[in-house]
């Protein structure tokens, strides 16, 4: 495993404000992801996974949400203190982000050839003619799979998972060395999905990209990143390497929820797991462990004291009263 780090994200906490409400979205959250590496992010929806990936590009809603604590180094850099006119010299040319709809990244009155071109000529300063711009584009179609004659087409013309290409085209045109993919496949069908995964994997070996892969799927998770970092209401509760999350037998009790709710061929039983109860409102977290009100293994002292995250050896974190201590 490569070891040498891209991303470090150290005690960062965001925060959405509005005029009578608080809302603690991320909650001194910790991880790291090195070269060339996949990390995927798990959590049922609502556990803060997309304002963590906004708050790594500054792109959280201006006014509203607010990063209170906590430092986003990339390259070794703090983000969060880069001049806000300097960001552009990292988003979508060193960080790019691919979001879950298609529909929201593209715009439908301008062809998807002229989108992707958008992208290079924004971020290379006329540094490229047109003519390369253009073979670029050629290139970025081929490469995601699409015969590069459609450029001159409108995204009405395409299928969800074309569509979909033609974003990841856009995202790893200026070859970023981070891409964030927030749930990239989820509003795919299931052979889709699994075609436009591949494709992302393949290009992500060519171009030697690193990825953090934000997913509620475990299956994809465990076919696709070498690191894991399970989240739940705005904190990571576990971490470790793919190897460590999928074959160790300790786990924090909501990553065994999640596994409980993952089918399993080889297994018959008559129905899955699923989790009691829901994810705490943001707004009103439960004192102690933020899980406790659905935990199958809740003790006294989970009601009152937030756990430590403690090391299961190697690179596995935990973030439970059952271990350590
Ligand atoms: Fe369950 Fe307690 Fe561990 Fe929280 S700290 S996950 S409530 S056992």
């Given at each position: 495993?490569?070891?040498?780090?891209?991303?470090?994200?150290?005690?960062?906490?965001?925060?959405?404000?509005?005029?009578?409400?608080?809302?603690?979205?991320?909650?001194?959250v910790?991880?790291?992801?090195?070269?060339?590496?996949?990390?995927?992010?798990?959590?049922?929806?609502?556990a803060?996974?997309?304002?963590?990936a906004?708050?790594?590009?500054?792109?959280?809603?201006?006014?509203?949400?607010?990063?209170?604590?906590?430092?986003?180094?990339?390259?070794?850099?703090?983000?969060?203190?880069?001049?806000?006119?300097?960001?552009?010299?990292y988003?979508?040319?060193?960080?790019?982000?691919?979001?879950?709809?298609?529909?929201?990244?593209?715009?439908?009155?301008?062809?998807?050839?002229?989108?992707?071109?958008?992208?290079?000529?924004?971020?290379?300063?006329?540094?490229?003619t047109?003519?390369?711009?253009?073979?670029?584009?050629?290139?970025?179609?081929?490469l995601?799979?699409?015969?590069?004659?459609?450029?001159?087409e409108?995204p009405?013309?395409?299928?969800?998972?074309?569509?979909?290409?033609?974003?990841i085209a856009?995202?790893?045109?200026?070859?970023?060395?981070?891409?964030?993919?927030?749930?990239?496949?989820?509003?795919?069908?299931?052979?889709?999905?699994?075609?436009?995964?591949?494709?992302?994997n393949?290009?992500k070996?060519?171009?030697g990209?690193?990825?953090?892969l934000?997913?509620?799927?475990?299956?994809?998770?465990?076919?696709?990143?070498e690191?894991?970092?399970?989240?739940?209401a705005?904190?990571?509760?576990?971490?470790?390497?793919?190897?460590?999350?999928?074959?160790?037998?300790?786990?924090h009790?909501?990553?065994?929820g999640?596994f409980?709710?993952?089918?399993?061929l080889n297994?018959?039983?008559?129905?899955?797991?699923?989790?009691?109860?829901?994810?705490?409102?943001?707004?009103?977290?439960?004192?102690?462990?933020v899980?406790?009100?659905?935990?199958?293994?809740?003790?006294?002292?989970?009601?009152?004291?937030?756990?430590?995250?403690?090391?299961?050896?190697?690179?596995?974190?935990?973030?439970?009263?059952?271990f350590g201590?």
């Amino acid at each position: 495993m490569n070891s040498e780090t891209l991303l470090n994200v150290k005690n960062l906490s965001v925060e959405y404000q509005t005029d009578d409400l608080t809302v603690k979205a991320v909650n001194n959250v910790n991880l790291s992801i090195g070269k060339k590496q996949t990390l995927g992010l798990v959590g049922e929806t609502g556990a803060g996974k997309t304002t963590l990936a906004l708050s790594i590009l500054r792109l959280l809603p201006k006014g509203i949400g607010n990063v209170t604590g906590g430092t986003v180094e990339f390259e070794g850099r703090n983000l969060l203190d880069v001049k806000e006119g300097d960001m552009l010299a990292y988003r979508g040319k060193q960080i790019s982000m691919i979001f879950q709809d298609p529909m929201t990244s593209l715009n439908p009155v301008i062809p998807v050839g002229k989108q992707v071109a958008e992208v290079l000529k924004l971020h290379n300063d006329g540094h490229m003619t047109k003519e390369q711009i253009e073979a670029r584009v050629d290139e970025m179609f081929r490469l995601v799979g699409i015969p590069p004659e459609r450029k001159s087409e409108y995204p009405h013309q395409f299928s969800g998972g074309m569509k979909q290409r033609v974003v990841i085209a856009m995202a790893l045109s200026c070859e970023p060395e981070l891409l964030i993919a927030d749930e990239p496949t989820t509003a795919l069908d299931v052979t889709i999905q699994a075609q436009v995964l591949n494709m992302m994997n393949e290009l992500k070996k060519k171009l030697g990209t690193s990825m953090i892969l934000i997913t509620h799927d475990l299956g994809i998770v465990s076919q696709n990143c070498e690191k894991v970092a399970v989240m739940y209401a705005g904190s990571i509760i576990e971490s470790g390497t793919a190897e460590e999350i999928f074959t160790k037998d300790e786990h924090h009790p909501y990553t065994v929820g999640l596994f409980g709710s993952i089918p399993d061929l080889n297994k018959v039983t008559d129905r899955l797991s699923p989790i009691d109860g829901l994810m705490p409102d943001p707004m009103d977290l439960p004192d102690g462990c933020v899980f406790h009100p659905r935990c199958p293994k809740c003790m006294e002292i989970c009601k009152t004291k937030v756990p430590e995250t403690v090391s299961l050896g190697g690179e596995h974190l935990v973030k439970c009263h059952l271990f350590g201590g």
